[in-house]
C-alpha cells in the first residue's frame, strides 16, 4: 500500500454538523474518532467537529488519502505522525502531541509503511 499525500490538498471532504455543512481539506484532518454513532474530526488548527457519521465511511472515503485506522475507534492522517512509541501497548504520536493507542495487526502494518 502506498499513499500520495499530494492528492491531500486537492481533496475536500464534506462534514454536517447540526446547522451547518463544511468542506475540509484532507491535509487538515489529524485524527477521526468514534463513539457509538458520533465522529469527531480533530484538526490541525486544534479545533474539532462532531458528526453523525460512522467510522467506516470515512475510513472508505480517506483511505487512498493518507489515512489508516489503527485501532476500533481511530482513524488517523498518516502524514501527521511524529513518531511511534513502542512498548507495552504500541501508541503513535501525532505532531500535537496527543498519544492515540494502536492494535497489534495495525502496529506491524503501520511500521511498514513508515519504512
Known sequence: MEFDFSKQNAHKIRIKEKSQISFID???????????????????NKTNMGV????????????????????????????????????KQQRVILINDVEIKISRRKFHLLKELLK
Open 26 to 44: 484532507t491535509s487538515e484532518i489529524l485524527y477521526l474518532q468514534c463513539e457509538g454513532y458520533l465522529t469527531t474530526v480533530y484538526l490541525v
Open 52 to 87: 453523525a457519521k460512522l467510522l467506516k465511511d470515512f475510513e472508505d472515503e480517506l483511505t487512498k488519502f493518507g489515512f489508516l485506522r489503527v485501532n476500533h475507534h481511530t482513524l488517523i492522517n498518516i502524514r501527521h505522525i511524529n513518531h511511534l512509541k513502542i512498548c
